[in-house]
Each structure stands twice: as C-alpha cells, then as structure tokens.
C-alpha cells in the first residue's frame, strides 16, 4: 500500500513534505523550514510524526527542526557528512544506509552539487523521492559548495529511477526554471505544455510540485545535456555532457 503524501508551502516558496503510513501509523516529515505548518497539517488529520528526515543543512531547510521534535518526540536523520552542522542526529545516515517508513524501505542516495552532504531520500515502493535542492522542477540547486562536476552525476543518479517516479524538490521555482528552459529549447513540445501547466497551477495558488521524472526528463535543461539541440542552443555542439551542463548551471545564474 502506498506511502499518503502531503505538500506543505513554508516560508515564501519552500516545501516540506509528509509521508504516511496508513497500517502503522508511522508518519515522516522530509526537511522542515518551520515548524508551524507541519504542526497544522499534522493535527489537521489526526497524525503523530515519528521521524524527521533532513536533506542538508540550509537554514530554510532545518529551522525548524528542534521546534518540531519538542512538539512531537520524533526522530531525526540526516547525512552523516553533515552531521557537525546539522541538528543533534538520533540516525546519521550514509548512502549504505537502510531504513523504513512503515514497511517501506528508504533509499538514501548520495547528491552533492548544491552542497557537498546533501542527500536525497527515494521511497521505491510509493514512486517518490525527495531531492531537496538537488533535482528541482525544471532545474537544480545552485553550486553553492560542490561543483558542477557533481551536480551533473548526482543528477544522473536520480535520472536512472524509474520515469514515473514523483519528484518532490524543495522549492516553487518552477515558473523561473522553465523559463530559462525555454531559451534553450523554445520548440520543445513538452515544454510549452509543462509552462502553461504550470502558469495554470500557480494562478490557482497550486503548487507546482511533485512532478513525475518522466516530464522532468523532457523538459528540465539540467536532465538534457546530452540532448544535440541544447549543446546548439549553447553553441557547444561537440562538447562533452559535463561541460555543457556547467554552462548552463553559469548561465542560470544570471539568467
């Protein structure tokens, strides 16, 4: 039986997310930019959290970490690397790591890029991973510590999952991703839809996530490196994936 899953808005364009575990009871909260929300969504449907699973150690990501495990007792997990710049750990996690929701085992994979500890959390059962600021709809994290080196194959990591896997990223920024996207590949069928799926969830205050990793793997420029009109659009037609990849990360940047 598949995990429930809840999309929580926080602050002004973060995600939190709730996973639930009907039979046990057992529910999980992955990243927690504050605490008030959860709360709510919590008491909202009768739910007690058990865990508290952290991507990285950005503040709009753990702040309100120890609010909650107050509030409801739960346990906390996240990247072992991190550990000295995260919240106190009850389980310091690796990718060799194995867990369970309910009766759902967890995979944790390791995604460097945005930060060199970041994890993500892949529930193979439910069709979900949680990816943080690593893969987000229609893009990727900024570099803020590892390189582009890194984000390339952590993104290639996730990219092997099964294509309609619900990827359930960190951040509203949808609109501006895509946007960026389409200076790439403006004739990309896929992509004019996704935009204006998107423009019609965010004029009805909807989020724009989780997306299935099939329509990521059509229109996200950082999942299509390889593809020979993005290399065009860059003018960069016989360069390797990697380097394309990081002149797009650049480009973004500024964009």
Not at 14 to 42: F, K, M, R
Not at 48 to 66: F, K, N, P
Not at 166 to 183: D, R
Request: aromatic content about 6%; charged content about 15%.
């Amino acid at each position: 039986m598949p995990l429930e899953l809840v999309t929580i808005p926080c602050l002004t364009d973060n995600y939190a997310y709730l996973v639930h575990d009907g039979i046990s009871g057992q529910t999980a909260v992955v990243d927690v930019p504050e605490a008030g929300p959860i709360l709510a969504a919590l008491n909202l449907r009768g739910w007690t959290l058990s865990d508290i699973l952290i991507t990285h150690h950005h503040s709009d990501h753990i702040a309100g970490v120890e609010e909650l495990r107050a509030a409801t007792g739960a346990m906390v997990l996240g990247a072992a690397a991190d550990a000295h710049r995260l919240p106190p750990l009850d389980h310091a996690l690796t990718e060799a790591s194995h867990f369970a929701i309910g009766a759902e085992g967890v995979r944790v994979i390791d995604v460097p890029g945005h930060t060199v500890g970041h994890i993500a959390y892949h529930f193979p059962d439910s069709g979900l991973v949680f990816t943080g600021d690593s893969l987000m709809a229609g893009g990727c994290g900024r570099l803020f510590e590892g390189t582009a080196a890194q984000m390339h194959a952590s993104l290639q990591k996730l990219s092997l999952l099964p294509p309609d896997t619900l990827v359930c990223s960190g951040h509203e920024y949808s609109t501006a991703n895509l946007a960026f996207a389409a200076t790439l590949e403006p004739g990309n069928g896929a992509l004019i839809s996704r935009r204006a799926e998107v423009a019609a969830l965010r004029s009805s205050g909807k989020p724009t996530v989780p997306v299935r990793l099939g329509v990521e793997q059509q229109t996200n420029p950082f999942l299509r490196a390889m593809v020979p009109a993005v290399k065009a659009a860059l003018g960069m037609a016989d360069a390797d994936d990697a380097r394309v990849f990081a002149e797009m990360r650049t480009r973004k940047n500024s964009f």
